[in-house]
DNA sequence: TGTACATCAGTGAACGCGCGTTCACTGATGTAC
DNA sequence: TGTACATCAGTGAACGCGCGTTCACTGATGTAC
């Protein structure tokens, strides 16, 4: 990450100009690097070349911060997803398809986003705009749930809802078990990609749902 | 927890005695609290009523304790597994069934375990005893998936390990997201057991059993 | 059974360290007129 | 365009704190004879 040096070295007069996005960036390298619970205010404010009192301008505390690092990755998870499934086009199969993909792809390559959204227990209680951008996200989720169902035959129509966040469990599972892209990682006599796959097409046929329509 | 205040109040002389089991059984209730990246050393020698330089007598650093808890973890996990799944008796969807709600059990009522287990990022490199421990658990998995792949039509038999993957995905994914004993635990419509069981249902019918066989 | 001695398990004081947080401050920026 | 002033954003020194770790030590336990 050439930015992080530039940053950091540029010549600055006494004002950064940019610290808050600053912080943002040194929260998200030193998560990844020790994991949610493994980065302080202090280093952060170090990283970002800056007094340690300086980032209390920007974020109340270190938990603010945090929650902030979370928000920002579900606002651009959404984005992923939402891109990916591009509201089921051109059909839906090569859609979903594209969704499960991009799901694991943004684990792998954001793993401090992830853990930061999954794994830093932040309480969504009194935080209406990070719980509303978790929703955001599985709104996707749930909007290609509702499409699988529209094609599952009618009598034995699951809820969309139940669908959806069956999606969000194999994708999270397979993501948090083997597809993250840091040491936490098992290794596997198959990708995440082709697991998360092959899981997928027994779960739509168990739905009555066959790709090859 | 009624042992924790007797084990502290208790008057016992100069030797604690068992000073290990409580290191683990301080260290169990202190990453309950906060996380497995929130507990000290010290904190888990005051919890257990000794001084901070007694617990190197038994314990390396503080990795290795919580290596030991992860430890522990895996082994009840696994004997929890077994005891549920019982070699699929006395039919396969029976055993299955309970298998399930094992899983979801221990991570409801162990979620410092669980954490331990899953979420503490310790390295397996260098420590077979715990890798092995691991694999106890998963092979119970692995068991119920070679008797569920035994059922399912010869010429679309899949793989058993890769079956077991999914079917640990799947748990996994349900306990992380929802099943939690903690905080992180998200509101949902319905139980995580009611959502985990309609989902293998779904998953098994995709293989092409059917619990009415 | 008693005694001498080795080993074990915990003490408590000490250390250096980095963290979170505060404070009065100061340099830079923006704005009213 | 210039000037006075308010506000903003970062400084740097300071503080108390708990942590990890070490050390020489000591009380308790076990064992050989």
Chains 1, 2 share one sequence.
Request: charged share 25%.
């Amino acid at each position: 990450m050439s930015w992080s040096k530039d940053d950091r070295e540029s010549p600055r007069g006494y004002h950064h100009g940019n610290l808050k996005e600053a912080l943002l960036r040194a929260a998200l390298e030193l998560i990844a690097q020790k994991g949610p619970a493994g980065f302080t205010f202090a280093e952060a404010a170090r990283w970002a070349g800056v007094s340690p009192a300086a980032p209390y301008r920007h974020f109340r505390d270190r938990d603010e911060l945090l929650a902030s690092v979370a928000l920002r990755g579900f606002n651009q998870f959404a984005a992923a997803l939402a891109q990916a499934w591009d509201d089921g086009r051109p059909e839906f199969f090569t859609a979903f398809d594209r969704l499960g993909k991009a799901y694991l792809e943004f684990a792998r390559a954001e793993p401090a986003y992830y853990s930061a959204m999954f794994e830093a227990a932040i309480p969504l209680a009194g935080n209406s705009e990070l719980r509303e951008a978790g929703d955001r996200a599985f709104a996707v989720l749930r909007a290609a749930a509702e499409k699988l169902c529209a094609q599952t035959p009618a009598k034995a129509r699951p809820p969309a809802l139940m669908v959806a966040l069956h999606i969000w469990a194999i994708s999270h599972g397979i993501a948090s078990l083997f597809g993250r892209g840091d040491a936490a990682r098992r290794t596997l006599p198959m990708s995440p990609e082709d697991l998360l796959e092959a899981e997928v097409l027994i779960y739509l046929r168990g739905l009555g749902v066959s790709a090859a329509t």
